[in-house]
């Protein structure tokens, strides 16, 4: 059983700082990509950032600059830090990973709960 755990989100004013953490947890054999999703009142689920096995990172236009994700293979785990936040960054954020839990096994999608980021004055 694998479990991704969030925890950093909360209620920040404009110009502010956040550091999202992402831990994977449970039978795991190896991690591929890690990414951080959000999703807004009203609005589909999107990608913010990820992060390959091999370090190379992507991320949505208009975070570019202002965020940054990171991973720690040796704690499976996987960071957002936000910076310069803006309202529009008001969201539900997810984490996400592709996860081998077998030598032998295809990779499955796993998801986080979910944390609540809110950015206003």
């Known amino acids: 059983q694998v479990q991704l755990v969030e925890s950093g989100g909360g209620l920040v004013q404009p110009g502010g700082s956040l550091r999202l953490s992402c831990a994977a947890s449970?039978?795991?054999?190896?991690?591929?990509?890690m990414s951080w999703y959000r999703q807004a009142p009203g609005k589909q689920r999107e990608l913010v950032a990820t992060i390959t096995s091999g370090d190379n990172t992507l991320y949505q236009t208009s975070v570019k600059g202002r965020f940054s994700i990171s991973r720690d293979n040796a704690k499976n785990t996987v960071y957002l830090q936000m910076n310069n936040l803006k309202p529009e960054d008001t969201a539900v954020y997810y984490c996400?990973?592709?996860?081998?839990?077998?030598?032998?096994?295809?990779?499955?999608?796993?998801w986080g709960q979910g944390t609540q980021v809110t950015v206003s004055s």
């Open positions: 996400y990973a592709a996860i081998q839990i077998e030598s032998f096994s295809t990779l499955s999608d796993y």
């Open positions: 449970g039978s795991i054999w190896s991690i591929y990509r």
